[in-house]
């Protein structure tokens, strides 16, 4: 028979293993990252898009680390297969569109099967002819609902954006206005207003025209409705068309002028956009606060 001294020792030892246990299962459950983001691009081309996908790399990378996620990045568009795929809850294209037929089936579906996706500026520009030509239906008519590239802006400006609906997540903490960083900013062949399954978020404030300084007079846009930010009732998606720095260009220095994420209410907006996608709501919010 044990005897009682040496039994209390055994208990407490026994008690003391279960805590170590437990407490070292609740750190790991602690630190384990809330979701995985994959971020695709390209950065072959466009000094201010290269510029744009090198600070949202970084800027994507310290929000992880502040907001336990974790956010991979690659050039290489053949990881668009299921297989890849399958270890993401969120995909973000930054500067490009994929172009090969099993790369574009492989994004439908992870799409139609509940996946998510945020998309910046370039990601939705196709133009025909040109080297992104309209040649994926389903991407640029029903997911995004654009249609094809209608004209831009120039030069990179900012721009007084306007809230279109104050109660959707990404929104929310929003004010009713306020001015984004600089950027080139895109019209559209097709009036997403008109689209039952697009809800606008973001549309350019009518306080922001004259929008460009030219010197081509048709980049100067002096009045029209124009969607920035949107996102489709039957994905869980959103298109950003912000992603432009502005590059001197004129002096041929290819000096860096502006920065996307040297914006607080704009970086909001990205981040409770992410969020959103990632079904986060309480946890989110009080993460973000």
């Not at 750190?27 to 201010?48: E, G, M, Q, T």
């Not at 890849?84 to 973000?92: C, D, E, M, N, P």
């Not at 004209?151 to 400006?157: A, D, E, L, Q």
Request: glycine letters at 6%; hydrophobic letters at 35%.
């Amino acid at each position: 028979m044990m005897n009682k001294s040496l039994r209390n020792r055994f208990l407490a030892f026994i008690v003391c293993l279960v805590c170590i246990v437990l407490v070292t299962a609740l750190l790991k459950n602690y630190n384990k990252p809330a979701f995985r983001v994959i971020a695709f691009f390209s950065a072959k081309s466009d000094h201010a898009h290269i510029s744009f996908v090198h600070e949202a790399n970084r800027w994507f990378s310290d929000m992880a680390q502040k907001y336990n996620f974790i956010y991979d990045s690659t050039r290489d568009w053949n990881k668009l297969n299921p297989g890849f795929l399958s270890g993401y809850q969120a995909v973000i294209f930054l500067d490009s569109r994929p172009d090969s037929t099993p790369q574009r089936e492989a994004f439908r579906e992870y799409m139609e099967n509940g996946g998510k996706w945020m998309g910046f500026h370039f990601s939705a520009f196709a133009l025909t002819p040109s080297a992104f030509p309209q040649d994926w239906g389903w991407y640029h008519e029903k997911f995004l609902g654009c249609g094809e590239y209608d004209g831009n802006t120039w030069r990179p400006t900012s721009a007084v954006l306007k809230v279109e609906n104050s109660k959707h997540p990404a929104t929310r903490r929003l004010p009713g206005t306020f001015v984004a960083s600089p950027n080139e900013w895109y019209k559209w062949k097709n009036d997403l207003r008109t689209n039952p399954d697009i809800e606008v978020l973001l549309s350019i404030d009518p306080a922001s025209f004259p929008l460009g300084t030219g010197p081509k007079q048709y980049e100067i846009w002096h009045s029209g409705y124009y969607p920035v930010v949107w996102t489709n009732i039957n994905y869980k998606m959103l298109y950003i068309n912000m992603g432009h720095n502005d590059i001197d260009y004129e002096n041929n220095t290819n000096k860096e002028l502006s920065f996307t994420f040297n914006n607080k209410t704009q970086n909001k907006l990205i981040l409770d956009g992410l969020f959103w996608l990632e079904g986060i709501k309480k946890e989110g919010e009080n993460l973000l606060r």
